[in-house]
């Protein structure tokens, strides 16, 4: 089976010809580009412009992945401004059978298609995962979400989330005052006004009253020696153990948590550190528990794409 898949962030969208078998289950991304958003009007001239490069005829399916709130014909979009529906992605595409799912969906469906060498371990935890073990991945980019992957009879299933609106939690008295100074400026502070990209420029706003910086200047700055700038990182990456560790908890994730997302990558460093870890491994009687659980950092700029492919595969039984 062929199908054209895409994934719709914030900044960027992917394309690709996915060509999959549920027999071998492999799948093959072929002719992959990717575009920036702010070039085109709408989704409809990314298809138009992707199509017009490839003479593949045999695409008789399409199934893409953005980050918002879907429903059975279109998707509203968190972070970008465009309106997104099942009939004008037929139209543009001349193809009947169109999916919509969530770029974290997607990206829930495609862990069983990571190739190792693209995940980077942040934490090694004791339990050996099985196929049955429950997964979390954690996007952290122009926006922040969650995502669950279970396990059952008929394959991987992942339900639709909006973690990242939901109201943040603190572990300490350092991240209590942090999040009191952020709620002066609005009463709900979500995971995402603090753990998507955004969040750097807050937390360097709260800690060191500077707001002429953007996230890739607090962390040059940081990779440069500024303690100020490198504390913002820090402080950060225990927002996130914090996050994570709820999370992972919750949902009992012990097949792994998994992190994806610009803003995940570029905070490599701070997420190895041990503030990372001892607020993700903190709570209490569970800590143990916790130390069960590894968590990963995908490196596959193209894995959603894989999800969408792998969505589609089980859903059509191709």
């Not at 050996?128 to 992957?149: D, E, H």
């Not at 969040?199 to 607090?218: C, F, H, K, M, Y």
């Not at 894989?306 to 191709?318: D, H, P, Q, V």
């Amino acid at each position: 089976m062929k199908t054209l898949v895409a994934d719709i962030g914030g900044t960027n969208s992917r394309l690709a010809v996915a060509k999959t078998s549920k027999t071998d289950k492999e799948i093959t991304l072929e002719n992959i580009q990717k575009f920036r958003n702010s070039d085109f009007n709408n989704f409809d001239e990314v298809i138009e412009t992707y199509l017009s490069s490839s003479d593949d005829h045999l695409i008789n399916k399409m199934c893409i992945a953005a980050a918002g709130i879907i429903s059975e014909t279109a998707v509203e979009m968190s972070n970008l401004n465009w309106k997104i529906t099942v009939p004008s992605l037929q139209k543009a595409a001349n193809i009947d059978e169109v999916l919509i799912i969530n770029d974290l969906q997607a990206q829930g469906y495609a862990l069983d298609f990571i190739n190792p060498k693209d995940l980077e371990t942040l934490i090694e935890g004791s339990h050996v995962p099985t196929p049955n073990n429950t997964k979390l991945v954690c996007g952290m980019g122009t926006g922040f979400n969650v995502a669950i992957a279970y396990q059952s009879p008929f394959g991987t299933f992942v339900p639709a989330s909006e973690y990242g609106h939901a109201r943040i939690t603190v572990a300490n008295k350092n991240q209590k005052l942090i999040i009191e100074n952020l709620e002066k400026n609005s009463s709900f502070v979500s995971y995402e006004n603090v753990l998507a990209g955004l969040g750097l420029n807050r937390l360097d706003q709260v800690l060191n009253e500077r707001s002429d910086r953007t996230p890739a200047d607090i962390l040059s700055a940081a990779e440069k020696g500024d303690l100020q700038a490198k504390e913002v990182g820090t402080q950060l990456a225990g927002f996130a153990g914090q996050a994570f560790g709820d999370f992972a908890l919750m949902n009992m994730a012990l097949g792994g948590v998994y992190l994806i997302g610009g803003v995940a990558r570029a905070m490599l460093p701070y997420l190895k550190e041990e503030n990372f870890k001892e607020n993700f491994y903190e709570r209490g009687n569970f800590s143990e528990i916790m130390k069960k659980i590894s968590v990963h950092l995908i490196l596959d700029d193209y894995a959603a794409l894989k999800g969408c492919a792998n969505y589609s595969t089980i859903l059509y039984g191709e």
